[in-house]
C-alpha cells in the first residue's frame, strides 16, 4: 500500500463536502487530475471522483474553473 495525501493525513472517508480537499485534485480548468498526477492509490481515486461528481451535482464545486 502506498503512501498517498488520504494515507498521510490520516482521512478515512472522503467526503463531499470537503470541497477544499477535493480541489487539490483538480487541475485550473476543473478537470479531475488522473491518477498517476495525483499518486492516489486506485481506490482513493475512486473515492475522490465519486465525491467530486457528487459536490458537483450538489454545486458545491463548479464544473468549469475560469
Known sequence: MSADYFSLNGIKYIDYKDV???KK?????????ARLRTGLTA???????RAIKRAREMGLLAYIMK
Open 25 to 33: 485534485f483538480l487541475n485550473p480548468h476543473g478537470r479531475i487530475m
Open 20 to 22: 477544499e480537499v477535493l
Open 43 to 49: 481506490k482513493h481515486q475512486r473515492d475522490v471522483t
